[in-house]
């Protein structure tokens, strides 16, 4: 057994190489992770705190496969190939060191949030994958160690693997075996705040600019990150009272603007990297009309145009009706915080 890897250990009894099935959501950031520390090991160079939906959820099964010479996916049904297919398969290469199970597997995955639009899918994506891969390898990770390892595929991802809202530690220390020990989400307190997050898709087409190559360019060369890094260290602290305290205002004005300065940052980049279309301006303007209205409603975006409204969730009916109506063409979806990963029930056979 290996030493290294004291809570991904071996089930006891699990029939290795069996097939599994995981669900998880997509996360919606209120502090937000943009900007790596160790690209490799994705370790971010903040914390950041989010909500996990209840709706939008990825399914994926693995079922490891001894005959097969490379390893199959399919998403949506359609083959991976590219840079989706290579992401999938270094992540299963890292189950299968750590599992010592050389096989290769074949995974095929169920997305219902558009891919690549700012919507999370390598959230719900990564958690799905981890969760079925570590239990098809034979794998019995703790939480902890399955959020360590959904970090590795996608970052956010380490936050999916819980319900609720989540932290997911930065962590400290320069060797990188230590940071990769550190970096890891765990469930946050929430008192009894009963929010709902209303996402307004403005255009469900995938992003120009991946969000990996996003942040990077923001990193090095964006003169307002690192004092954005630096308040958003302040901005966790507060949002951390103000969900214990289930003051939904203020979780609602820190999120807002948390996610505005994430965006200056990437508007001073060289070259900018610009997510926000006119339409999201056009639900920003929205969402300042419902606060004059004394609707709390508090906008948040993503690597993406698409805006997530945070609300009371007796006021989320009102809240969508207006958001839609604030763009043509807007679709919108009404949210709860949502579950963490999960296997399903073993299939029959
Ligand atoms: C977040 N985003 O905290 C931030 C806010 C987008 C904006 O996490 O490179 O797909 O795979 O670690 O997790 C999107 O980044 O990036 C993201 P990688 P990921 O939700």
Redesign the pocket.
Known sequence: MSEEHTALVQAPGRHRGAGATAVAHP???L????G?RDEEL?V?RTD?L?MTLDILPTTTRVRVDATARRDEVTLGGVPATGEALHRIVAFLDLVRDVARMPQRAVVDSENTVPTGA?L?S??SG?AALAAAAAAAYGLDPDPTALSRLA?R?????A?SVFGGFAVWYAGSGADPAAADAASYAEPVPAGDLDPALVVAVVDAGPKAL???VA?RRTVNTSPLYGPWADSSGDDLTAMRAALLRADLEAVGEIAERN?LG?HATMLAARPAVRYLAPATLQVLDSVLQLRREAVAAYATM??GPNVKVLCRRADAQRVAAVVRDAAAGTVVHIARPGPGAHLLPAEGR
């Open positions: 996360n919606i950031a502090i937000k992770y943009w790596k994705v971010p950041s989010s700012g999370a390598s959230a990564f970090r595929g996608s970052g956010s991802a936050r991946s969000s990996r942040m996610a994430m993503d690597a």
